[in-house]
């Protein structure tokens, strides 16, 4: 394939990380071919050019009962944008993330079509349902890995990958006194961010909990005072709304992580990417998860790590508290608090160690080995 010659890009991601790890790709792909996208993006990729089938919302679904209970919808969906790949003749299938969505796509295309089929964002499969992998082989020409470690698994495996990185590699803390004026806070007081997720169903479940937990450690710590990012405006519609008639210690704003983040000693995390970002931002995050009885009676089983949360699985051990399921309440996320403000020093160490691990080959040496499958 030629790098010059105009390429038909078939894409499709279904959160705001994954559009902007899509955005970086298309850009450098775009260096040296003209692109027509197709597929489902969110606005940073609308702005590259792709008009999407979609909103990209329609796929941010997880666990196991909620794809179960939208599957007819989301197999509509999927079959419209296989019929649209084939029939635009795409070179070059991108799944982001969204793995038992795209997997689809990727075996569709695979039996049908003659497009490369790259998946960004490794499945978990060395986390758990490692089953996986017989497929992945099958049906996915190159996994682009943000973690050395998954690159490192598929390799052993005899799978074709490349260790991308991470772009929380090269993300610091922004100012603190232009996050003060901004935002009109107070530098006297102490801030702790709660992160309840990107996805309703994760706000759902968890973000009660962390109101509980507002009103209880502001009894007697009347000198914090809580902040609340929301990814878009969607989900900070959803988040407004637990606080309706609640007279709480909060500020809650859209497009506030990495502000919010570089002033708070610490954080209250739904697990995810967010954790990651607040432990590379000197944030040590408590790492909070809770879903169903019947997802996690299932996913339990599955499993095959001891840690769940980003950050530790780099560092290789519980760096920072994990609670989970039973164990995510508000007596012990307050200890964990205060067990963590006893330890904030060790933050930058890890920090800086985190950052190093999330440096890899990046997206010229990505579409470089695109160009030559």
């Known amino acids: 394939m030629s790098q010059k010659e105009s390429l038909n890009i078939g894409i499709v991601c ?3 990380s994954g559009d902007r790890l899509g955005a970086d790709l298309i850009n450098e792909i775009k260096k040296n071919s003209s692109v027509n996208l197709y597929g489902v993006g969110g606005p940073k990729l609308e702005a590259l050019g792709i008009k999407s089938e979609f909103n990209f919302s329609e796929l941010n679904i997880m666990g196991l009962v909620e794809p179960l209970i939208n599957f007819r919808k989301l197999s509509r969906l999927r079959k419209n944008l296989i019929t649209l790949f084939i029939n635009k003749n795409i070179d070059i299938f991108i799944g982001i993330d969204s793995p038992d969505f795209n997997m689809g796509i990727h075996k569709i295309l695979k039996k049908k079509h003659t497009s490369k089929n790259i998946q960004v964002v490794s499945p ?6 490692q089953d996986r992998i017989k497929s992945i082989q099958a049906n996915i020409d190159l996994t682009l ?11 052993k495996v005899g799978h074709k990958s490349l260790h991308l990185g991470h772009p929380f590699f090269n993300l610091y803390k922004n100012d603190s006194k232009e996050i003060f004026s901004k935002y009109n806070l107070d530098k006297s007081k102490n801030y702790i961010s709660i992160l309840p997720g990107s996805r309703k169903s994760e706000i759902d479940n968890l973000l009660p909990i962390y109101i509980n937990f507002i009103k209880e450690y502001s009894k007697k710590n009347e000198n914090y005072v809580f902040l609340i990012p929301a990814a878009d405006k969607k989900i900070l519609s959803v988040i407004n709304k637990y606080f309706l008639n609640k007279d709480l210690p909060i500020l809650i704003k859209e497009n506030s992580m990495r502000d919010f983040l570089s002033i708070s000693d610490l954080s209250v995390a739904t697990s995810g990417t967010a954790t990651l970002e607040s432990a590379v931002l000197e944030c040590p995050p408590i790492i909070c998860y809770k879903t169903n009885f019947l ?4 996913i339990s ?14 560092l290789g051990g519980e ?17 964990a608090v205060e067990e963590t403000k006893n330890s904030i020093s060790e933050s930058i160490k890890n920090s800086e160690l985190l950052r190093n691990m999330l440096k890899g080959k990046g997206n010229s040496e990505a579409v470089k080995t695109i160009t030559v499958l």
């Not at 997802?295 to 299932?298: D, E, L």
């Not at 760096?319 to 200890?335: A, G």
């Open 145 to 155: 890995c943000l973690f050395n470690f998954e690159d490192n698994y598929y390799k």
């Open 295 to 298: 997802n996690y009676s299932i």
């Open 14 to 16: 279904g959160e705001h």
């Open 319 to 335: 760096v920072y508290k994990e609670l989970i399921q039973n164990d995510c309440n508000v007596d012990n996320i307050i200890q």
């Open 301 to 314: 089983r599955m499993l095959k790590i001891k840690n769940v949360g980003l950050p530790n699985l780099l």
């Open 124 to 129: 978990s499969v060395w986390g758990w349902r």
